[in-house]
T-cell receptor
Framework: GNSVTQMEGPVTLSEEAFLTINCTYT??????LFWYVQYPGEGLQLLLK?????DKGSNKGFEATYRKETTSFHLEKGSVQVSDSAVYFC???????????FGRGTSLIVHP | NAGVTQTPKFQVLKTGQSMTLQCAQD?????MSWYRQDPGMGLRLIHY???????DQGEVPNGYNVSRSTTEDFPLRLLSAAPSQTSVYFC?????????????FGAGSRLTVL
């Protein structure tokens, strides 16, 4: 079956540090890949997505590249801010499916 | 504003009481689903629906019932609440499969069962 593995958190960084959150997946076929973000007290919202190999999703300074050869979709940001403190979920959607597969989430804490 | 609306935002129940968490979306999405979120457990799918009149079980369906009489609404019923159902519940919806389907989530309903 499909699965998503994320690095465990929390990840604690100082403001302006470089961020990487690792995500690897197992899936049949060619899934679409997503990063969702959950700010404190809110529901999840889409951060970025990629639909095919070598696609790069980007939004709000965050980037992730769909790497089929390593089955990975790592999230990166060059300079984090306190406002980026949130829980980040990696997810995949297999073609033709309604139901996404989520990772367990990685908490990011950014200190001033 | 278009989106997914959940009510109530907070609820406290006693063991054995029943209640319904409401979820409504105005985007004409076919797919709707309920998740629970617990510390260290990520998101777990409770029930989902691929259209009016069609529902199915997810990963953790026990103790919960759903129905889908309209495209817009997908209520989650707790028939006899238990402390193990203390959690934050999220409703989500998306359009039919095809392309990269993005889920739209509600703001969540925090339930405490005493």
């Amino acid at each position: 079956g499909n699965s998503v593995t994320q690095m465990e958190g929390p990840v604690t960084l100082s403001e302006e540090a470089f961020l990487t959150i690792n995500c690897t997946y197992t899936a049949t076929g060619y899934p679409s890949l997503f990063w969702y973000v959950q700010y404190p007290g809110e529901g999840l919202q889409l951060l970025l997505k990629a639909t095919k190999a070598d696609d790069k999703g980007s939004n709000k300074g965050f980037e992730a590249t769909y790497r089929k050869e390593t089955t990975s979709f790592h999230l990166e940001k060059g300079s984090v801010q306190v406002s980026d403190s949130a829980v980040y979920f990696c997810a995949l959607m297999a073609g033709g499916s309604y139901i996404p597969t989520f990772g367990r989430g990685t908490s990011l804490i950014v200190h001033p | 504003n278009a989106g997914v609306t959940q009510t109530p935002k907070f609820q406290v129940l006693k063991t054995g009481q029943s209640m319904t968490l409401q979820c409504a979306q105005d985007m004409n999405h076919e797919y709707m689903s309920w998740y629970r979120q617990d510390p260290g457990m990520g998101l777990r799918l409770i029930h989902y629906s691929v259209g009016a009149g069609i529902t199915d079980q997810g990963e953790v369906p026990n103790g919960y019932n759903v129905s889908r009489s309209t495209t817009e609404d997908f209520p989650l019923r707790l028939l006899s609440a238990a402390p193990s159902q203390t959690s934050v519940y999220f409703c989500a919806s998306s359009p039919p499969p095809g392309g990269a389907n993005v889920l739209t989530f509600g703001a969540g309903s925090r339930l405490t069962v005493l």
